[in-house]
C-alpha cells in the first residue's frame, strides 16, 4: 500500500525568525506493514502565506470604508451594466441586501420608465469618465420613490478583466420631502 500525509506548519530557524512551510510524505509499503520507501518534500510557504493575510487585511479595510460612508455606493461593470458591489447605506437605501443587488443590471434600481434616460446617462458616464448627473429616482422594494444625487467615477483597475468600472455614490435621497409612493 502507499499513503500520503501533508500539512502546514511553522517554525524558527536557528537565527530566531519565524517561517511557515507546507510539507508532504508519501509512504510506500509491502506486506501491510513494512516500510519500503519514504518520500518528503518540504516547501517554505511564508511569503504566500503573508501577501495572503496582507490582502485579507487590505479587503476588510476596503469592506469597512465602504460599509461605513454616508452616501449609498455601488460598483458597476462598465462594459455589462452589473452591480459589482454595494454598501450598506444603499441597502437601506433600495430595501435591498447587498446578495440581491450584486449581479443585477444597474437599470433594475430605476422606474421601468425612467430605465432607458438611466442607460442613456450610465453610458455618458463611460465615455466621459465620470459625471455628476441631475437627480435620479430609485425605486424602492415597497415601490417608493427616492429621489438621489449622483456622482460617479470610471475606475480603471489593474489585472481587471471586463474592462472599467463605474463607481457610484449619492447621498441617499436628494430631498427626502420629495420622497413619494407610486
Same mark, same amino acid.
Given at each position: 500500500?502507499?499513503?500520503?500525509?501533508?500539512?502546514?506548519?511553522?517554525?524558527?530557524?536557528?537565527?530566531?525568525? *519565524?517561517?511557515?512551510?507546507?510539507?508532504?510524505?508519501?509512504?510506500?509499503?509491502?506486506?501491510?506493514?513494512?516500510?519500503?520507501?519514504?518520500?518528503?518534500?518540504?516547501?517554505?510557504?511564508?511569503?504566500?502565506?503573508?501577501?495572503?493575510?496582507? @490582502?485579507?487585511? /487590505?479587503?476588510? +479595510? *476596503?469592506? &469597512? &470604508?465602504?460599509?461605513?460612508?454616508?452616501?449609498?455606493?455601488?460598483?458597476?461593470?462598465?462594459?455589462?451594466? @452589473?452591480?459589482?458591489?454595494?454598501?450598506?447605506?444603499?441597502?437601506?437605501?433600495?430595501?435591498?441586501? &447587498? %446578495?440581491?443587488?450584486?449581479?443585477?443590471?444597474?437599470?433594475?434600481?430605476?422606474? %421601468? &420608465?425612467? #430605465?432607458?434616460?438611466?442607460?442613456?446617462?450610465?453610458?455618458?458616464?463611460?465615455?466621459?469618465?465620470?459625471?455628476?448627473? +441631475?437627480?435620479?429616482?430609485? $425605486? $424602492?422594494?415597497?415601490?417608493?420613490?427616492?429621489?438621489?444625487?449622483? /456622482?460617479?467615477?470610471?475606475?480603471?483597475? #489593474?489585472?481587471? =478583466?471586463?474592462?472599467?468600472?463605474?463607481?457610484?455614490?449619492?447621498?441617499?435621497?436628494?430631498?427626502?420631502?420629495?420622497? =413619494?409612493?407610486?
Amino acid at each position: 500500500w502507499t499513503g500520503v500525509v501533508a500539512g502546514e506548519g511553522g517554525m524558527r530557524d536557528e537565527w530566531g525568525k *519565524y517561517g511557515l512551510f507546507g510539507w508532504g510524505v508519501h509512504a510506500q509499503c509491502e506486506g501491510g506493514s513494512h516500510i519500503v520507501g519514504l518520500t518528503g518534500v518540504w516547501r517554505d510557504i511564508t511569503a504566500q502565506q503573508r501577501a495572503f493575510m496582507a @490582502l485579507q487585511a /487590505s479587503e476588510e +479595510k *476596503y469592506r &469597512r &470604508r465602504i460599509d461605513l460612508a454616508n452616501d449609498a455606493i455601488l460598483v458597476i461593470d462598465a462594459e455589462s451594466g @452589473l452591480l459589482l458591489d454595494a454598501n450598506l447605506r444603499l441597502e437601506e437605501l433600495t430595501g435591498r441586501s &447587498r %446578495e440581491e443587488l450584486v449581479g443585477q443590471h444597474f437599470t433594475s434600481l430605476y422606474p %421601468e &420608465r425612467m #430605465r432607458n434616460t438611466h442607460e442613456s446617462l450610465f453610458q455618458e458616464m463611460v465615455r466621459k469618465g465620470g459625471v455628476i448627473s +441631475k437627480e435620479l429616482w430609485i $425605486r $424602492r422594494t415597497d415601490g417608493q420613490l427616492v429621489p438621489v444625487a449622483n /456622482s460617479a467615477s470610471v475606475l480603471e483597475l #489593474r489585472g481587471r =478583466r471586463g474592462g472599467p468600472q463605474i463607481m457610484l455614490s449619492g447621498p441617499g435621497p436628494a430631498n427626502p420631502a420629495r420622497t =413619494r409612493q407610486q
